[in-house]
């Protein structure tokens, strides 16, 4: 089955600089890519998710990218605020087939004043 | 349109016991699921299910059951439980098999909180 690993585990980061989490998949099958964010004490909502027919996608200060021959995928978070403090999940899909999500272990980011 | 509804939010129980958590969506999702939530392990996948009548296994199955006879509700089962299932359940839900925006996006339900002594 689907293998999700996430890099680092921890990410201390000074305000206004960038933030970078990486992930990786086993499952060449996997075409879907979100990420959500978790706030202490709260559930997780997606951010961003990218499909595998495109290498590259903005939201704002998000932005995600996935390299489909290596099988990863990295989010990126420019000029940090302290509300980006979170944990940051990301996920692999097969879509059309059993839909299933399946999620790294999470990065925990900290923003620093 | 309350989303993803979790019941209990708070649950104690003793090894042995058994329970149901409870989970039902309004949003009628073709898709829904269960994670279990521990430090450092991230969102285990327990059981998932893409419509009425079907249910499959996730990455964390043993322990647990399933059912889903209606599109709305998908209850998770402990059927002995063990202390080493004490941690945070989370149901979610989504749109599936659709690749248009908004589809595979999952709600998630606010959590249940499970102690096993």
């Known amino acids: 089955g689907e293998n999700v690993e996430q890099h680092p585990s921890t990410l201390s980061v000074q305000e206004g600089d960038s933030a970078v989490i990486k992930c990786t998949y086993s499952d060449s099958a996997s075409n879907y890519f979100p990420w959500y964010k978790q706030e202490l004490g709260k559930r997780p909502q997606l951010i961003i998710d990218?499909?595998?027919?495109?290498g590259e996608k903005k939201d704002q200060r998000i932005a995600v990218t996935l390299n489909k021959t290596a099988k990863h995928f990295s989010l990126h978070i420019t000029e940090t605020q302290p509300e980006d403090s979170a944990v940051y999940f990301c996920?692999?899909?097969?879509?059309?087939?059993?839909?299933?999500?399946?999620f790294g272990k999470g990065t925990r980011l900290h923003i620093l004043p | 349109n309350a989303g993803v509804t979790q019941t209990p939010k708070f649950q104690v129980l003793k090894t042995g016991q058994s329970m149901t958590l409870q989970c039902a969506q309004d949003m009628n999702h073709e898709y829904m699921s269960w994670y279990r939530q521990d430090p450092g392990m991230g969102l285990r996948l327990i059981h998932y299910?893409?419509?009425?009548?079907?249910?499959d296994q996730g990455e964390v199955p043993n322990g647990y059951n399933v059912s889903r006879s209606t599109t709305e509700d998908f209850p998770l089962r402990l059927l002995s439980a063990a202390p080493s299932q004490t941690s945070v359940y989370f149901c979610?839900?989504?749109?599936?098999?659709?690749?248009?925006?908004?589809?595979?996006?999952?709600?998630f339900g606010a959590g249940s909180r499970l102690t096993v002594l």
């Open positions: 979610a839900s989504s749109y599936s098999g659709v690749s248009s925006s908004g589809a595979n996006v999952l709600t």
């Open positions: 299910s893409v419509g009425a009548g079907i249910t």
């Open positions: 996920a692999a899909s097969r879509l059309n087939r059993d839909d299933k999500i399946i």
């Open positions: 990218i499909r595998s027919n495109v």
